[in-house]
Every structure is written in structure tokens, then in C-alpha cells.
């Protein structure tokens, strides 16, 4: 199926610190995986993206790792900041075609 | 360039009314796609037009839900005959064109239904 695994669902770190969130999905034609970040009451920004023929993007403090052969990829912030709380989705897709999302993290930076 | 618009940002309606809810995308995209978010929830697809096509409504419940992308103004997304479970966050995306996948999502509308 298209079904996408987060985790964890909550994670707390102190400012400063790195945060690591991680999916995993099962279908193997997925080539398309976005990070989007959401805070309360907003619209899901996106954040980052890597498609299938990239094993790794980096875009200032924020970096996504893919690893096909294990149908796993995740979000690494480094240098956190009080702005970085917020709920983080990932998603996976193939083409144009539908996102399916993950569960969410919720992410909360300790000042 | 005005990202992706929605309205109405919040929408009241009582069991058994209609709701509409309005989706212009970015300038020059051509792909929306409407997913809906329940509280505390992650996003699900509901449905994928492009100009007068809907492509994937696997997400569309049978009954009810419309939607539509005409030749000119908005995409809608119609529920009929509203339930307190249609109660949710509705968000709209829109993508560029075949070959670009990112999805730029709206504000949202949010429904309740009393």
C-alpha cells in the first residue's frame, strides 16, 4: 500500500540541540518525499523536499536523507531554534500524483 | 505572485445545509488538490483536478462530496447535506504542471457543523 509511518509523535529538545524525525513507507514506486512544517492553526509549509534519484539535501539548518533500499527517510534540523516548534508532517507521492502524509510530529524546542 | 487562495477561512453551517468552499492556486499552476485534516490529525487526500478533469477522487466519499476545477474561476469542493463529522480543516494545494511535484497548500477553510 501507500501507507507512511512517522516517528516519533512528540520530541522534545533543548535549543541549540539537533532533531531527528523519521518515516518509513512500503510503496516501492514512491519517488517523490516532502517535509512539511505546520504551526497552530496554519497551512502544512513546505519545508524540503528529495525525490527518489537523491540520496541527501541539505538547505541551511534543515537536511533530508533518502534510503530506497530500505524505504526510510528523515528530517534532521540542526541548531534548533524557538521558531522550529511546530507540528512536522513528511509525506511521500509519486509524479503529480496524491500525497499520502504521515502522522505528524510534534516538535517542541525548550528555550 | 499571490500564493494559493481559499475561501471562506471559516464556515458555519447547521446538519443538513450545503457547504462550498473556494480554491484559486498559485498563478500558473494548473494541479489542485483538496485534502481534509481532522483536529489533532494528519492530512488526507480527498481529490485531484486539473482544468475540467478530476484525475483521482479515491479519496472522495461516495456520497455527498463534488468537486470541480472549471475552465475559469475557482476550484470547489461541495458537501452536501452536512454532518457534524465534516467537521475539519479543508486544505487546498496547487502544484505548477506534469514533471514539478511540489504541492503549495492554502490557508485552509474550516468547517464546523452545528
Known amino acids: 500500500g501507500e501507507n507512511v509511518e512517522q516517528h516519533p509523535s512528540t520530541l522534545s529538545v533543548q535549543e541549540g540541540d539537533s532533531a531527528v524525525i523519521k518515516c518509513t513507507y512500503s510503496?516501492?514506486?514512491?519517488?517523490?518525499f516532502p517535509w512539511y512544517k505546520q504551526e497552530l492553526g496554519k497551512r502544512p509549509q513546505l519545508i524540503i523536499d528529495?525525490?527518489?534519484?537523491?540520496g541527501e539535501k541539505k538547505d541551511q539548518r534543515i537536511a533530508v536523507t533518502l534510503n530506497k533500499t530500505a524505504k526510510h527517510f528523515s528530517l534532521h534540523i540542526t541548531e534548533t531554534q524557538p521558531e522550529d516548534s511546530a507540528v512536522y508532517f513528511c509525506?511521500?507521492?509519486?509524479?503529480?500524483?496524491?500525497?499520502?502524509f504521515g502522522t505528524g510530529t510534534r516538535l517542541t524546542i525548550i528555550p | 505572485n499571490a500564493g494559493v487562495m481559499q475561501n471562506p477561512r471559516h464556515l458555519v453551517r447547521r446538519r443538513g445545509q450545503e457547504a462550498r468552499l473556494r480554491c484559486s492556486p498559485m498563478?500558473?499552476?494548473?494541479?489542485v488538490y483538496w485534502y481534509r485534516q481532522l483536529p489533532e490529525e494528519g492530512l488526507k487526500f480527498m481529490v485531484y483536478?486539473?482544468?475540467?478533469?478530476?484525475?483521482?477522487e479515491s479519496g472522495m466519499p461516495k456520497e455527498r462530496f463534488s468537486a470541480e476545477f472549471p475552465k475559469e474561476g475557482p476550484s470547489i469542493l461541495r458537501i452536501q447535506q452536512v454532518v457534524r463529522g465534516d467537521s475539519a480543516a479543508y486544505f487546498c494545494?496547487?502544484?505548477?504542471?506534469?514533471?514539478?511535484?511540489?504541492?503549495?497548500f492554502g490557508p485552509g477553510t474550516r468547517l464546523t457543523v452545528t
Open positions: 494545494a496547487s502544484s505548477p504542471r506534469q514533471g514539478l511535484y511540489e504541492q503549495y
Open positions: 510503496d516501492s514506486a514512491s519517488n517523490y
Open positions: 528529495i525525490r527518489s534519484n537523491v
Open positions: 509525506a511521500r507521492g509519486f509524479g503529480n500524483e496524491k500525497l499520502t
Open positions: 498563478k500558473g499552476h494548473s494541479h
Open positions: 483536478l486539473q482544468k475540467e478533469n478530476i484525475i483521482d
